[in-house]
């Protein structure tokens, strides 16, 4: 019998629907201080968020790329613009959303995730939110899910002001910097004390426009004893161009809050997925991130997690799944500032056909932090002899009072399993693809699969997906 060792790539059709380009609006490509006060101008900011974009401007213009990770040497800003509007106002009703833009979603199974399982969705198509809408019963209970750009103009302006940008500051990396300059779109959510949100809210950004960037800003604060479910998921479809998301993402955890963020990732493989995230825990509070990673060309993404109050708590789940042509550079980092703060970091990663899956995690534990507990689980699975997987860990610990450990196992699909499998009857396909699902199992099941719709159908596609 010939052997089959081959794990397909997935069938990503359903995001590789194209609109034809109907923008109202495209800025020239390139990065330059006009470029950024016609961004300034068309989003009517504040002179302060102006003054902002410009000092960024200047900070990306001072810094380096980053010389530790993959190559985004075929990322040329000059060929890149930093805001596409769609042709259409953002609205609170779904009928009003132009037909294409609709469609879109649809396919995507947005529409049908909100009537089921959410409590409010956010939709964004290029560089502005076309679609916002929050149940009524949730917005009662005192919630905000509203865009950024309308919490910047209306009564929650100044919690913007105080808030954004803050705990990723433009001068963390270049390409923050870039987000500082160049950020439209995304959301604003804030949970008030002791309220908690029963149903998940999610955001969804659509990239349609070949060589486009998107910059989202999301801003969430978690009041004291509040608790959240936010669901984030991204796609768009490919083309021969270079697109670029450069993201960010601010999670405020007050005391003794909870948050769980959840991110189901699927851009296209011609995608620089340069985002970043940042979490601050106060007293008793506690951040989960759940995050599934399986598309663009090259990833650099690290979720951050500051406890910095006594007791807080930071947990990462992970999912990665690199194929042909992919170069995902994932991980997380975690700083205990405070004492008997605790955190876990557990992360499967996968890669194939070529593919190129590299784990980092930074455990950073001050000598303030005592009777702290942290504990990274990181494993790898390569389904050929082609493909390549690195962990790089990094531990910062300064007491000798905290309980600290590492496990990581990098490893094939076992023959003798295979074997096994076969031997009761099962097909080498099947086996082959019941072991990978099964490695992924413990992460895959911590995915809100039951609201993200294009989630459940990733997981099917590359998980239990066919292999011959």
Not at 149 to 173: C, N, R, W
Not at 188 to 208: A, E, G, M, T, W
Not at 299 to 310: Q, T, V, W
Request: aromatic residues 8%; contains cysteine; glycine residues 8%.
């Amino acid at each position: 019998m010939e052997e089959k060792t081959y794990v397909d790539d997935i069938d990503r059709s359903i995001y590789d629907i194209k609109n034809e380009e109907k923008d109202a609006y495209r800025l020239p490509n390139g990065l330059t201080p006009e470029i950024v006060e016609k961004i300034s101008k068309e989003k009517k900011d504040p002179t302060w968020m102006e003054i902002f974009r410009l000092q960024s401007l200047q900070i990306y213009n001072q810094m380096q790329v980053p010389d530790w990770g993959p190559s985004i040497d075929d990322l040329n800003i000059e060929e890149i613009s930093t805001y596409v509007k769609p042709n259409t106002h953002m609205s609170g009703k779904w009928s009003e959303v132009p037909k294409d833009i609709k469609e879109t979603f649809e396919i995507l199974g947005i529409p049908k995730a909100e009537q089921k399982s959410l409590a409010g969705v956010g939709a964004q198509y290029d560089s502005e939110l076309v679609y916002h809408n929050v149940k009524e019963e949730v917005a009662a209970q005192g919630v905000i899910y509203t865009d950024l750009e309308s919490a910047l103009h209306g009564e929650y302006a100044e919690m913007i002001q105080k808030h954004f940008m803050k705990l990723v500051t433009p001068s963390d990396h270049k390409f923050a910097a870039l987000h500082g300059a160049v950020w439209s779109g995304g959301s604003f959510v804030y949970v008030p004390p002791k309220v908690k949100v029963d149903i998940p809210l999610q955001s969804y950004f659509r990239l349609n426009a070949p060589g486009a960037g998107q910059f989202e800003h999301t801003l969430i604060i978690v009041d004291e004893g509040a608790e959240l479910h936010f669901i984030e998921g991204c796609s768009a479809p490919k083309y021969n161009v270079a697109n670029l998301h450069a993201g960010c993402v601010e999670l405020y955890v007050k005391k003794n809050a909870k948050l769980r963020y959840s991110t189901i990732e699927n851009w296209s493989k011609n995608m620089y997925n340069l985002n970043t995230k940042r979490a601050v825990v106060e007293e008793g509070g506690t951040i989960e991130w759940v995050s599934g990673s399986f598309g663009s060309h090259v990833s650099y993404l690290y979720p951050m997690s500051i406890l910095k109050g006594k007791g807080a708590r930071a947990e990462f789940t992970g999912i990665t799944f690199a194929g042909k042509g992919q170069n995902l550079d994932t991980g997380a980092k975690i700083v205990h500032s405070a004492p008997n703060t605790s955190s876990y970091i557990n992360t499967k990663s996968i890669s194939k056909d070529g593919g190129v899956s590299t784990f980092r995690s930074s455990i950073v534990v001050s000598k303030n932090a005592k009777k702290s507990k942290a504990a990274v689980s990181c494993q790898s699975l390569m389904l050929d002899d082609i493909s390549r997987s690195d962990t790089i860990p990094a531990m910062d610990i300064r007491t000798n009072d905290a309980d600290i450990g590492h496990e990581a196992k990098i490893g094939r699909i076992s023959d003798e399993a295979v074997f096994y499998l076969m031997s009761r009857g099962i097909s080498e396909e099947d086996a082959k693809a019941m072991i990978v699902s099964g490695f992924a199992d413990n992460v895959s099941k911590e995915l809100p699969l039951e609201y993200a719709v294009e989630m459940n159908n990733l997981i099917q596609l590359e998980m239990k997906g066919s292999i011959g």
